[in-house]
């Protein structure tokens, strides 16, 4: 079966506040539990650059945030857990992205249309601060998600239009290179996690000042609760529910049953300070284990540094050769390179063999190694423990002949870590020739 491959990034300029743990977090790492889907868990460091000019906070944005995804559970023996800028082959489809682009389409882009109407509503020049990295947001955005062939990204309304930027560009790719080489992603819309209301009653959000902290202390936690704006209801007074704020925060942290109750003591009048209590206790029961995790994990930033690097290399266990097509697709080739459509054998006609050999090496791991009729070595294999693991690959190899799909799957098992990366179609032109000289010799052999 065929998994789904969901994917979500998130942007390294700011740190976690309790409405991205409910909005975002607390969902995300639930559906990562899920066992017929992907989970691709990245944080967005390029982006951040859009918006940040302070390194310093870009570097513990970082951190914080893999340390509460951490905190909270992500599993990162589960899921592809890997900073953007760990994976070198981000950019560079951003590139290859870029030049089938229209500068039309990121024309329309809200967020440098918000930028341009501010412009012009202040009789500025239409681009007074605009930088390029704003302008392409959306094809490093599309890069992320088509790098992986995501299905799915769960994203907030706001992010609508970028998801539906990155299929119009891999559409536009595919379409020129005549191949679908990316799956068109979906955005997916939770309708039913909450928006967090802020102290204030609107959104929660960093830009209008009025979050609740998730990690710091809880002496914090409590003031900023005792901060949330109530109506001017006296205790003894019943209180709706409908609109108030303090509720819907305590809604998205109590069980149904807990809900119920706190519902009919607002009927019955609580005092808002008892309330906010009450509302500080329950988050704090949730908080509380994660908080200790997360302590410890911002003490150890080499151990989080150490599972970004192991994120990275299974991420790019996937990005690697898949790159390595896409520069094919594209004509960015070795001038060696056939083209993928017209890989044939080179037989006959005086052309000497391309040679496969098998040997063992000082460690006592067992190699093969494939040159070409020149004696151009064109690949030489990882070291095996068993003569037959290595033996039954390169048999696999001939067989598989001038299938360019199929090497390039081989080759995964058999090129060393560092050279997944591989050009197939030489490989597979000499394994073609390999295998018809095999069959022309059994059928000699056979008459
Ligand atoms: N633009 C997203 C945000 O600000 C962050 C992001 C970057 C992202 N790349 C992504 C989200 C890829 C989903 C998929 O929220």
Redesign the pocket.
Request: cysteine-free.
């Given at each position: 079966m065929h998994k789904r491959r969901i994917?979500?990034?998130?942007?390294t300029s700011g740190t976690p506040h309790l409405g991205n743990y409910v909005g975002a977090v607390r969902p995300a790492i639930a559906a990562s539990r899920r066992e017929d889907a992907e989970s691709f868990y990245f944080l967005?460091d390029y982006?951040a650059l859009i918006k940040c000019g302070d390194p310093a906070r870009v570097q513990r944005s970082t951190l914080e945030i893999a340390a509460t995804w951490l905190a909270c559970g992500l599993d990162p023996d589960k899921v592809f857990f890997y900073r953007q800028s760990d994976i070198p082959e981000i950019p560079e489809l951003t590139w290859l992205l870029t030049c089938v682009t229209a500068k039309g389409l990121l024309n329309r882009a809200h967020a440098y249309k918000a930028a341009v109407d501010a412009n012009t509503a202040a009789g500025e020049d239409v681009d007074a601060g605009v930088s390029a990295g704003l302008y392409m947001?959306p094809v490093?955005?599309a890069a992320?998600?088509l790098i992986f062939n995501a299905h799915e990204?769960p994203?907030?309304r706001d992010?609508i239009q970028?998801i539906e930027m990155a299929r119009d560009i891999g559409q536009r790719f595919n379409h020129l290179y005549a191949e679908e080489y990316f799956t068109l992603p979906e955005a997916r819309i939770e309708e039913n996690v909450a928006t967090l209301p802020g102290t204030d009653g609107r959104k929660m959000s960093k830009s209008y000042n009025n979050t609740i902290p998730l990690f710091e202390s809880p002496a914090k936690l409590r003031s900023a609760i005792m901060g949330i704006v109530t109506d001017s209801r006296a205790p003894g007074e019943a209180k709706d529910t409908e609109g108030s704020n303090l509720f819907a925060l305590y809604q998205a942290f109590a069980t149904p049953a807990e809900t119920a109750s706190m519902r009919a003591v607002f009927a019955e009048g609580i005092g808002w300070g008892e309330a906010k209590q009450k509302l500080y206790e329950r988050i704090e029961i949730e908080l509380a284990p994660l908080r200790e995790r997360y302590d410890a994990l911002m003490t150890r930033p080499e151990r989080i540094e150490d599972l970004l690097q192991a994120g990275a290399a299974k991420a790019r266990a996937r990005t690697q050769p898949f790159i390595a097509r896409l520069r094919h697709a594209a004509g960015i080739r070795r001038l060696v390179d056939a083209s993928a459509a017209t890989v044939t054998a080179k037989v006959g006609a005086g052309a000497a063999l391309p040679q496969l050999k098998s040997y063992r090496e000082a460690d006592g791991k067992f190699h093969f190694k494939l040159s070409d009729g020149d004696g151009t070595v064109l690949l030489a294999s990882r070291g095996f423990d068993a003569p037959k693991e290595a033996g039954m690959l390169s048999a696999a190899l001939i067989e598989a002949g001038g299938d360019v799909e199929a090497v390039r799957a081989l080759l995964l098992d058999c090129a060393p870590a560092d050279e997944l990366a591989l050009p197939a179609e030489p490989i597979a032109a000499a394994l073609a020739a390999l295998k018809a000289d095999r069959l022309a010799k059994a059928q000699a052999k056979a008459r």
């Open positions: 994917l979500t990034g998130i942007t967005a982006h947001y490093l955005m992320d998600i990204v994203v907030g992010q970028h």
